[in-house]
Structures are given as C-alpha cells and as structure tokens.
C-alpha cells in the first residue's frame, strides 16, 4: 500500500478506539468505511479495534468483491451502497450509542429540540425501518432515510452518520447522539418544544462553514 493509503487504514484504527473509548460505541459492534479509489476501506468482522494494524483494514470493491486478510464487517453492504449512492460522502461511520438505540428502539425520529440537528442537514433525523443485519434490505432502508441527510437512525439497531470526511462524520456521530441524549431528556419533563422548518433551514444555510472543517 503507498503512504495515503496506509494513512487511511490508520485513521479508521483511530477513529474506532475513539468511538469506544468515547462511549459512542461498545465492543466490535461499530464498523467504518473510508471511500479509496474506486472502492472503499472498511473495518474487518470480528476483530478487536485494539489489535487491529493497518492490513487488517479490508479493500471493498464496488462489486462487493473484498481484498485482504479478513472478511469485511457484516455491514458492509449498507456502507457499500451510502457511498455508491452518495457521491457527497466520503466516509461512514456506524455504531450503537445508548441514546441513538434507545430511540431507535422506540422508532422515534430526533426531531428539532435544537439547533445543532442542522449538522445532520435537515429538521429530523430519520429512523430507517427495521431489517435483519447485513441485508440488501437494511442497506436499502438507511440509503432511503439519509436522502437529503447525514445521519439517520436504524430501527431497533443503532446509528449511520456520512460525511465529507472520517474527522467530519466522527464529529457529526457524536453530535447526533447529544442531540439524542437531549431529546430523551426532554422527553421526561413533558411536551417538547420544538423549532421550526424555517428556523432549522436558516442554521443549515449558515452551516456550510460551521463544525470541524477537515
């Protein structure tokens, strides 16, 4: 592999022990997938972030034909088919953050609670409906829910953010889980109270050049 790529592999193995040592993510249950070439690299099935070297990352082409030592995360379909469909991402990250699974769990979109649901693109963040791990449906169903967006949530799963880049879609993961952690409290003192569609179109306008810019 020449220098960017192995920067690349290096900087998934980064970003992966930061979303489990942020709490973003537990175990191996979070992949991420990095677009390369006329492909994309994507964490292995089944392997400890902390024993993971830069050769351990898999080449997945866009046929779905991977290379390398290990087979690709069980999820790499949906990863697949966000960046095939996405022309705009360049990265995806996917994990299974308590408050994000919880209102998963409860099909709950995270509405406007506040501003910062900009960074996700719009005034929502969509629950994909519920499919079996791994499958063309699931990938299907979360290609859907991200039109127009950069986040959405999977029915009884988990998260998806997709980004310009890995810094960006990190940053944007751990946005929308506060804003899930916001949300779930609100919840519990009543009615919500919510901003608007213009309003939340006002921020996104603004965002173009907010948040972190890499």
């Known amino acids: 592999m020449d220098a960017e790529e192995r920067m690349k592999r ?52 866009m046929d779905g034909t991977a290379t390398g030592r290990h087979r690709p995360s069980s999820e790499w379909r949906f990863h697949r088919d966000i960046l095939a469909s996405r022309p705009d991402a360049h990265a995806v990250v996917h994990a299974h953050p308590l408050a994000c699974t919880t209102l998963a769990i409860m099909n709950r979109e995270i509405p406007a609670v506040h501003y910062m649901i900009a960074a996700a693109g719009g005034p929502t963040i969509r629950v994909a409906p519920y499919a079996i791990y791994g499958s063309e449906d699931l990938s299907r169903n979360a290609v859907a829910a991200l039109e127009g967006r950069l986040a959405c949530l999977l029915e009884h799963h988990g998260m998806i953010a997709i980004g310009p880049s890995l810094p960006r879609t990190m940053w944007t993961a751990v946005e929308v889980e506060t804003l899930a952690k916001q949300y779930l409290g609100c919840l519990q003192l009543g009615e919500v109270r919510l901003l608007s569609d213009a309003q939340i179109a006002a921020v996104v306008e603004r965002f173009a050049g907010y948040g972190l810019q890499v």
């Open 10 to 61: 290096e900087a998934i193995i980064a970003a992966c022990l930061e979303m489990n040592r942020s709490g973003l993510n537990q175990g191996t249950s979070g992949n991420i997938s990095v677009r390369h070439g006329d492909g994309l690299l994507i964490t292995p099935t089944a392997i400890a972030y902390e024993k993971l070297a830069p050769e351990d990352i898999v080449f997945l082409a």
